[in-house]
């Protein structure tokens, strides 16, 4: 007697529903503890902003699923729940394929493109239209960027600003 094969659960196709992707952002930006607490909060932020440092207490996957229960409950209620701890393994994988995404996209723009704010690229300059090419491949770049760009495990490239007296840690 043979036993029942499990029917395989659909995969989860993260690069076909963008709106996923957009939609886990927007939780991140607008749930800046949440944010601080999977990313790493920096000391320095803290001190700037005179709070206490905010860590993880729960792990990781504990935040992935508060993450993927977001998205996927309005997304594709029905799947998600079936199988949530499956979701939120997935955001910790989606959220570590647009980390090394970016990542890439930073080492392509150097030290000194990587630490520039939008508002100081000159249009037309060879910043510019690297950054264009980012953007078309990377469409979540403008929302990142500013997470993750002063975070030295994301962003390992030091850059020093073209501001006098500046530098900053990518």
């Known amino acids: 007697v043979k036993a029942k094969k499990k029917k395989r659960a659909p995969d989860i196709k993260w690069d076909s529903n963008h709106a996923w992707t957009h939609s886990l952002i927007q939780l991140l930006i607008d749930q800046p503890d949440l944010r601080r ?31 993927a229960k977001h998205i996927f409950e309005e997304h594709n209620a029905v799947q998600y729940a079936s199988d949530p701890g499956r979701f939120a393994k997935s955001v910790g994988q989606h959220l570590g394929r647009l980390k090394k995404t970016y990542a890439r996209h930073v080492r392509e723009l150097g030290a000194t493109g990587a630490g520039l704010e939008p508002e100081d690229v000159t249009p037309g300059s060879e910043i510019a239209n690297k950054l264009d090419a980012i953007r078309e491949d990377f469409p979540f770049w403008d929302d990142l960027h500013p997470m993750w760009r002063e975070l030295p495990n994301y962003n390992a490239v030091g850059v020093t600003s073209s501001k006098h007296g500046s530098q900053r840690d990518l």
């Not at 909060?41 to 803290?46: E, I, L, N, V």
């Not at 902003?49 to 993880?56: D, E, G, S």
């Open 37 to 67: 607490k999977l990313f790493s909060d920096s000391t320095r932020d803290a001190k700037d902003n005179n709070r206490r440092k905010l860590q993880a207490k729960d792990q990781k996957i504990h935040l992935h699923g508060v993450l």
